[in-house]
């Protein structure tokens, strides 16, 4: 079984910043990509950003320049670097990541819970 536990959302003022974690656990082969998405109020899920495992990232352009995704490939965690926030990076951001697990035989999606993310003075 494979986890997805994201931590450090919370409520900032607009030009602040916040670090999003999200560590995977359990029987983890390999972790092709991983990810962050996000979803507000009334608005589809988004992605946010995305890095391989040879750290090749995708960052939409919405929040190009002022987010960072990275990742551990040791401590099977992946980073969200958010700098600049803005009233309308409001939402509940989820982690995901690609995973070949044991006893899987293709890589699947795995999702985390979800962390609130409220930029508001």
């Known amino acids: 079984q494979v986890q997805l536990v994201e931590s450090g959302g919370g409520l900032v003022q607009p030009g602040g910043s916040l670090r999003l974690s999200c560590a995977a656990s359990g029987s983890i082969i390999s972790i092709i990509v991983m990810a962050w998405y996000r979803q507000a109020p009334g608005k589809q899920r988004e992605l946010v950003a995305r890095?391989?495992?040879?750290?090749?990232?995708n960052i939409a352009e919405s929040v190009k320049g002022r987010f960072t995704i990275s990742r551990d490939n040791d401590k099977n965690t992946v980073y969200l670097q958010m700098n600049s926030l803005k009233p309308e990076d409001t939402a509940v951001y989820y982690c995901?990541?690609?995973?070949?697990?044991?006893?899987?035989?293709?890589?699947?999606?795995?999702w985390g819970q979800g962390t609130q993310v409220t930029v508001s003075s």
């Open positions: 995901n990541a690609q995973i070949w697990a044991v006893f899987r035989t293709t890589v699947n999606d795995y």
């Open positions: 890095i391989t495992k040879d750290d090749a990232t």
